[in-house]
Nanobody, 123 residues
Framework: QVYLVESGGGLVQPGGSLRLSCAAS????????MGWYRQAPGKQRELVAT???????TYGDSVKERVVIIRNKSTDTAWLQMNALKPEDTAVYYC?????????????????WGQGTQVTVSS
């Protein structure tokens, strides 16, 4: 299987910046999509930013002027640089990835979520 581990969350003041990281591990055959979603209390999980299967980036409407997603394919790691943070950005941020892993029977598709990291924007 494929496992995702996030880090970098925490408390930041409004207008500040934060960088989250996500590292994928396991018997990865191909990592086709990799990105970030978030979920605030009482709200549905929403897209923040992701690399699509075609290698393009997609950003959520509420953040696309303020975040950048970066990926290192050789290390299966992605980062989310968030700037000009607002209190409404407060949420648990989840790394998500999909693609194929290998076992003794060959490549199999997977979709994985990280455990989540809390981002709190408050003065």
């Amino acid at each position: 299987q494929v496992y995702l581990v996030e880090s970098g969350g925490g408390l930041v003041q409004p207008g500040g910046s934060l960088r989250l990281s996500c590292a994928a591990s396991g018997s990865i055959f191909s990592l086709d999509t990799m990105g970030w979603y978030r979920q605030a209390p009482g709200k549905q999980r929403e897209l923040v930013a992701t690399f699509t299967a075609g290698g393009r980036t997609t950003y959520g409407d509420s953040v696309k002027e303020r975040v950048v997603i970066i990926r290192n394919k050789s290390t299966d790691t992605a980062w989310l640089q968030m700037n000009a943070l607002k209190p409404e950005d407060t949420a648990v941020y989840y790394c998500h990835a999909s693609g194929y892993y290998t076992d003794s029977h060959g490549p199999k598709s997977f979709e994985s979520w990280g455990q989540g990291t809390q981002v709190t924007v408050s003065s």
